[in-house]
């Protein structure tokens, strides 16, 4: 009976996926890159001295993340999302996951949905708090001493919400609270890409947490893959 | 069971006395000019209250032995001089001896508080914030930029809200997390609390001194040993209290050279 | 004043039904009963506190059982956060310095006994009396409503120093409602502080039994009336400083918050505070309140002490002199708490010479105590026993303060756990033990029976090592420069110092484990205690005239006249070696 049960259940599944599989190529596709104009900030070297136990984990000392950039003036960490011409969604079931490891927030910014669950984890020998700082949700503020599990939250509501832990000051994270799945959070090319989305017209906007916010419009009709690319002007200071 | 009370306290007093005799919990090294005095105000005053403590409960001990439960019949008898030995008892001990003690101790603290820094002492300020200490060197210009708390960016290094897009002289500052300072070179510290009321405290330098949000305070000092030796906090300043701290870096002045160059490029 | 006045018959008329007797009662005995009994609870809350801190102290990452249910952000799994610690520690001292330290010794016995030893049948305003006792109540469970909510209990330490307490939760879990119900709390137990303060001051001056002189007032009479003085000052400037903190959280004044503040990435919206304003305020009051706590201990124990000696003391007036320079001197040492605050350096000389001399008559007191045990016949009671143990702590505990008084060595050792120590000896256990040592002295006068002197005894000697097991080596702990309120030892060099930590710990569970055995002979006790007669230790002043319990109205009717000075011990009387204080007989020496 019971071996039935999982088999049927895993039949289910199968079929489920080989669904996902065949109907993710229907719609357009935006593809882009994200670059800089100028010269940026230097990234600088983060003293972690007074917590040994995160200092020793790292044989160079880590550097300030606020702008990572990449190889031919591409910029990391930029969140690429649809604000507008898709549908608000429900959250999917699966939890996103934000650790801290060695007194770094990974990854430095995390996209997820409105009632996605967020499950924070605490990887380091010594206590964080975390400490995000919303405008508009529910705020909150709580130590996570090592060994203890890892937490779980949720955000009602969309919003760029900066993190930060006060016992390491220098720690700094950033959640996006998105209201629908096309978003994309670009790495070390600076690419990024929106897939899936129906013909219509989407407002485009790259959001980086030093530099603002740029948008753009774009029409997608059929299946075909359009290519837009944000560049965003860096300053020294 | 009077003389038992007895026995436990002489028990107390003197395995209470003995860890202070043998020294076994002691202040750390002192490595400033100025702590000496207090170290020896603290041991003076040690001997006499320890002469006090042990004193007091010996006698009291002594008197519950002797005095307890008694079988020589009930008849009370009283202390020859009564009141007035104890009130003169309390006058003369107390008031040659504490008193004394504590109005010529008054000079370990002037010598702290009542003295102005040399005009050629080394400036460094210091950042208190929740929940970790950060120094600034005013650079090559010798000049500290103003600070704009509204430009306060922890995550892009900016722990004291520096303009450097504006201010000029901002652009030399130099931030670190660590305080570095020549040996026997006096240092004049500049406080300044970003949010709460923090404290600074090194053990070894007999330094304590609380940052008053919106009252910028300065300590100055002379460290006279190299070594590294840990900062903390000893003002309750909100959960991270307890991982307050950074290191002072006690340094021989080549050394110490070398050290601000190398900051001064990562900046 | 040898005329002083006779009170009118009744006050109020003998209460009906048992809401009216037992709940809402006007009369101070009862009365006085619900402030023991809500010490008692209070007591207990913050000795599992201290237990819960302890215990993360040496274990920091070992789980608390069930704890995670009781604060599932405070202890996720067991495992105490930083934060929580704090909360502990804030309510900690909350618990104690307020409900339990100001609430029993002086609220509690004294609303019994003082009105009874000056031959009163009830407090000068029995509603009042009523009235600050609910008052008190209402403040109690304000503050205990802070573990259940969303925030958690206030971070911010029982000195709930600005602007960490002021700035609202930006500055921190718990610093959100928390720390608002705590200064709501506060407030109204300075209300009831208060009215009770009043209460015993207009008591002590105008209703006096015939023939009950100021100088034929017992010892504790005399300390409860200091007390109140005190408290009528203290308390009135504490809660105008919780009113300021709340117009701060709440209304957006600026007292003590100044500006430019960047609290969690956000500049405060405050122009204009001064933090060191709070710190003034508070210790103006946080002074005063230490001898709040420890004067009336000091006139119970003297009290016992008397009884137990079979002699009066070497001179009662002085005793009572130096706890009026005591009193008086408390007004002008508050700023020995703030010599590294950032005040004016000269003005910790200033602090330092009045905190010095306060040493004087604390001598005084601890000699005229010594001087009289000298050719005494000491009675051993678990209620003696207290009040001899109580003169080791008030020694121990005041010695450590030559240390304190004095701004040069303050700079080391201040925020140490030699503080820790200091306070939790004189202040703390000292108190207490004057609690015990007047609940096994009085218990067969409130409840008619007599308490179990073998668990009393097991009870003191547990207590009185086990308590210097734990606070002792606080003091070694801060010379080396062990800080207080750390939620962890993360410094370098505390490393060897965690075996004497543990041994702390263990002690403290130890003797706190040893408080159930005095929890259950009270209980016990109460119901089945051996029956108590009228005057069980031949004691002389008025309570012991009386029945055991007393009656509604004290005195049964009758009016009270006193002869004599409160204690004729050593003389020969009709009863034995002591004269009542209302028997007429003549004194012959004995």
């Known amino acids: 009976m019971r071996m039935k049960q999982v088999y049927i259940a895993g039949l289910g599944v199968l079929a489920a996926s080989a669904i996902a599989v065949y109907a993710a190529p229907s719609g357009g596709t935006i593809s882009g890159k994200v670059t800089y104009q100028g010269t940026p900030a230097k990234a600088k070297p983060i003293d972690m001295s007074k917590e040994p136990s995160c200092a020793k984990q790292h044989a160079t000392p880590v550097t300030t993340e606020t702008v990572v950039t990449g190889p031919n003036n591409s910029l990391e960490n930029v969140v690429v999302y649809v604000s507008a011409g898709a549908p608000d969604e429900s959250a999917p079931s699966e939890a996103v996951k934000f650790d801290q490891k060695g007194c770094q927030y990974i990854p430095h910014v995390l996209a997820f949905q409105v009632n996605q669950t967020l499950e924070i984890a605490n990887d380091d020998q010594t206590s964080h708090n975390i400490h995000p700082l919303p405008r508009i949700n529910r705020e909150w503020n709580k130590s996570q001493p090592p060994g203890t599990p890892p937490m779980t939250d949720k955000y009602d509501k969309p919003e760029f919400i900066p993190v930060k832990c006060n016992i390491h000051p220098w720690m700094h994270g950033n959640f996006a609270v998105m209201k629908n799945s096309h978003y994309a959070v670009t790495q070390g090319e600076g690419s990024f890409t929106l897939p899936n989305l129906p013909p219509g017209k989407y407002t485009i906007t790259a959001w980086h947490e030093s530099y603002g916010d740029q948008t753009q419009e774009v029409t997608i009709s059929g299946s075909e893959t359009k290519s837009v690319n944000f560049v965003f002007k860096a300053k020294p200071y | ?267 | 004043m040898e005329e002083a006045s006779v009170q009118p018959a009744h006050v109020h008329a003998p209460p009906e039904g048992f809401l009216r007797k037992h709940v809402f009662s006007l009369d101070h005995k009862v009365i006085a009963k619900q402030y023991y009994g809500l010490a008692l609870v209070a007591v207990f809350m913050g000795m599992a506190l201290s237990w819960l801190m302890r215990f993360h102290l040496v274990w920091p990452t070992a789980k608390v059982p069930g704890l995670d249910i009781l604060s599932s952000a405070g202890a996720p799994g067991g495992i105490i956060t930083p934060e929580y610690y704090l909360s502990l520690l804030t309510m900690h001292g909350t618990l104690m310095v307020f409900f339990v330290l100001t609430n029993a010794p002086f609220a509690g016995f004294g609303n019994y006994f003082l009105p009874i030893q000056i031959g009163a049948e009830d407090m000068a305003f029995p509603r009042f009396n009523m009235m600050s006792f609910w008052t008190t109540l209402v403040a109690f469970f304000v503050l205990v409503l802070a573990f259940f909510i969303p925030d958690g209990p206030p971070t911010s330490g029982w000195t709930a120093y600005a602007p960490l307490s002021a700035v609202g939760k930006d500055a921190g879990p718990g610093l959100g409602w928390g720390q608002s119900l705590w200064a709501i709390s506060i407030a109204v137990f300075c209300i009831g502080q208060l009215l009770g303060s009043l209460n015993f001051i207009a008591t002590t001056l105008d209703l006096r039994a015939k023939g009950m002189t100021f100088m034929r007032m017992p010892i504790c009479t005399w300390a409860w009336f200091i007390t109140s003085c005190i408290g009528l000052l203290a308390f009135a400037v504490l809660l105008p400083a919780c009113l300021l903190l709340l117009l701060d959280r709440m209304a957006g004044t600026s007292f003590f918050i100044p500006s430019g503040l960047v609290i969690s990435d956000r500049l405060q919206n405050h122009a204009g505070g001064s933090p060191l304003l709070w710190q003034h305020l508070f210790w103006f009051f946080g002074h005063p309140e230490v001898y709040i706590a420890i004067l009336p201990a000091v006139g119970i124990v003297s009290h016992v002490l008397i009884t137990s000696m079979r002699k009066p003391m070497l001179s009662a007036k002085v005793l009572i002199y130096s706890m009026m320079s005591i009193g008086f001197l408390s007004w002008m040492v508050w700023g020995h708490h703030m010599f590294v605050s950032g005040m004016n350096p000269f003005s910790s000389l200033l602090f330092s010479f009045p905190t010095l001399t306060i040493t004087i008559p604390a001598t005084i007191i601890t000699l005229i105590w010594l001087g009289s045990l000298y050719g005494a016949n000491i009675q051993i009671t678990s209620a003696s026993l207290f009040a001899l143990g109580f003169i080791s702590m008030f020694v121990s505990g005041g010695v450590s303060g030559f240390f304190l008084a004095q701004p040069s060595i303050d700079i080391y050792l201040h925020a140490t756990y030699f503080v820790v120590g200091h306070f939790h000896m004189v202040m703390g256990v000292a108190a207490i033990f004057g609690i015990f040592s007047g609940t096994y002295f009085w218990f067969p006068k409130m409840s008619g029976r007599m308490m179990n002197e073998t668990l009393g005894k097991l009870h003191f000697w547990i207590t009185f090592v086990g308590t210097y097991c734990i606070f002792m080596p606080f003091h070694y702990l801060g010379l080396v420069g062990n800080i207080r309120r750390y939620s962890s030892f993360v410094n370098d060099f505390m490393a060897p110092l965690m075996p004497l930590h543990k041994f702390i710990s263990i002690a403290a569970f130890i003797t706190g484990a040893a408080q159930f055995i005095f929890l259950y002979n009270l209980i016990h006790s109460r119901f089945r205690g051996k029956p108590a007669p009228d005057n069980p230790w031949n004691a002389t002043s008025l309570e012991w005239s009386i029945p055991s319990p007393p009656p509604w109205d004290n005195f049964g009717g009758k009016h009270p006249v006193i002869y004599h000075d409160p204690y004729q011990y050593g003389v020969k009387g009709s009863k034995g070696d002591f004269v009542m204080q209302d028997s007429p007989e003549q004194l012959t020496s004995g």
């Open chain 2, 1 to 267: 069971m009077g003389k038992l009370f007895a026995v436990v306290l002489t028990i107390i007093a003197l395995v209470s006395a003995y860890p202070i005799v043998v020294h076994k919990y002691v202040q750390p090294v002192d490595i400033s000019t100025h702590g000496h005095a207090i170290d020896e105000q603290l041991s003076d005053t040690m001997a006499e209250a320890g002469f006090a403590f042990l004193g007091a409960q010996l006698l009291l001990a002594f008197f519950v032995w002797k005095f307890s439960n008694r079988k020589d019949g009930s008849k009370v008898t009283h202390l020859p001089g009564g009141a007035k030995l104890m009130v003169a008892t309390a006058f003369i001990l107390v008031g040659t001896e504490v008193l004394a003690l504590g109005v010529l101790g008054q000079k370990a603290w002037a010598d702290v508080y009542f003295t102005a820094p040399k005009p050629d002492a080394m400036q460094v300020q210091v950042q208190a914030g929740q929940f970790a200490f950060y120094f600034r060197y005013p650079g090559a210009d010798g000049k500290f930029a103003p600070l704009h708390p509204d430009k306060i960016d922890e995550g892009n290094g900016n722990y004291f809200g520096l303009d450097p897009a504006n201010d000029v002289e901002a652009r030399d500052d130099i931030v670190t997390a660590e305080l570095a300072i020549p040996i026997n070179r006096e240092i004049h510290l500049l406080m300044h609390a970003k949010d709460v009321g923090h404290s600074f405290y090194v053990r070894e330098l007999r330094i304590q001194q609380d940052f008053v949000p919106g009252l910028d305070l300065s300590l100055h000092f002379t460290a006279t040993k190299t070594g590294k030796y840990e900062i903390v906090c000893t003002q309750l300043c909100g959960l991270g209290h307890y991982n307050m701290k950074a290191y002072l870096n006690v340094l021989a002045q080549e050394d110490f050279d070398k050290w601000l160059k190398e900051k001064a490029s990562e900046q």
